[in-house]
């Protein structure tokens, strides 16, 4: 009889280190899921402490093979890492972080990011095939530079999110070619670090890590990382790569024409494609397969609007202090209530937009606000606008899937937002068993440690669908029609947002 090993895959998310044990039958051992905080010290501000990451990383890897003996605990042979995209961590020459890291949602770059477009931006695109807006890695360093230059100055070299917690545990350097195309300052023609994009900064290459495959080895766990941990040391410790590539491949998209919708913290609309660009509203990354790319669209907030609805407007009510899952509730009641929210839109521009809008400066509304609105019409209304967000940012795509789209995040847990998201896109929904980007990770490091042949096998062997919803064909033609009124407002109420932007 075979010995069964194990994986882990650890993915740090917008605001929660999810972690995940995986054997080599395809069985997903454990999870758990550790959170941390942001900081919103200005507005627009978004920072993070890394130090939490890597303790949420320990915690959350003790906790998963907590339920492993010693014997099993010896077979666990790869640990993956993923995080989100354009998250730099700068270091000093002893290698000490040295400020919070600025966060891919943080949009105080917005003036910098639009200097940077207006100076350089078709250099910028010719290289990188995308302009600079707040959310970048360029963007958050060109801050940096003018605003913190003591900071700045003592730079010796810059990592991304995965990379430094990958670092931590290993004590190797070095990053994935998809990560790299995040930062924009990456030739992604040459598939090189780009001097005249670090020019730009006054940087120099040796700032920057070696670039990788994901499936890469990138050292194994130190003598001091597996003592604090309980593990072996020597363990290989696999490259990794950002959370939505992960999260896109994870689900089982490996084919030209996937669709991915992700409802997280953030929401985002992804399509398979062997096209490197088509269009400058949306984004365009390698992807983790050989010869493919993923086109992806996001919006800033998704499952974060419904959060901070239900923060705002459920959190101090008797009737739900007590209650394990706070959402189910509320989305029984949602359920009750029309399609369409009689008449009540949402915009979820709560801390401006991406796709396809990219403007920093964008703000939240609702619209259609009546006596007879009570506050399950407003939660509804959050679902419907995340999803017509979702849909605005997807029509830019060249064509959109039309025979199914794969749905993952927390926001697939949720049957009534699911329903919705299948009647605004009009395309049937599958929801795989597993969801999240720690899985992903999983499969990249059974790759890494020679499991299988490919990734594309690696998915297609542990992954499936659990549930389908299809659209309801009335419900789809009374959502184009709102759908219409969302977009016209948006258009007259541009200006305003930016107005009432200089009032914050």
Known sequence: MMVTQYVLGVDHGSGSCKTMCLDSKGNVVDEATVSYPSYYSHPRWVEQDPEDWINAAVKGIKQVISSLTEGERNQIKGISFTAPAHVAVLLNEQKNVLRNVIMWNDQRSGDESKELSGEYGELIYSLTNHYPTPTWTISHLYWLMKHEPEVFDKVDKVLFEKDYVRYRFSGEMGTDYIEAEGSMLYDVHKQEWSDDLLSILSLDKSILPSVYNPTDQAGTLTKEMAERLG?????????????????????????????????????????????????????????VTAGLRYQNSGTNFAASSYRWFKETFFEDSMEYKDLDNVYAEIDKEVSKISIGSEGLLFHPYLNGERSPHWDPYLRGSFFGITARHNRYHFA???????????????????????????IIGGGGNSLVWSQILADILNVRLEIPKYTDAAFGSCLIATCGIGWYDSLSQAVNENQFMKHEVFPNSESVKFYESMFSIYKDFHKQTKLLSHRINELQ
């Open 380 to 406: 509804r209304a959050v679902l419907e606008g995340v999803a017509f967000s979702i849909k605005d940012a997807g029509l830019e795509f060249p064509q959109m899937p039309t025979n199914s789209v794969k």
């Open 231 to 287: 593990l072996s040391e020597g363990i290989p410790i696999i490259m990794g790569t950002t959370d939505t590539a992960a999260e896109v491949y994870g689900s089982g998209a490996v084919e030209e024409g996937d669709g991915v919708v992700k409802i997280a913290t953030a929401g985002n609309f992804s399509l398979i494609s062997k096209e490197r660009h088509v269009n400058k509203a949306l984004t365009s990354y390698s992807f």
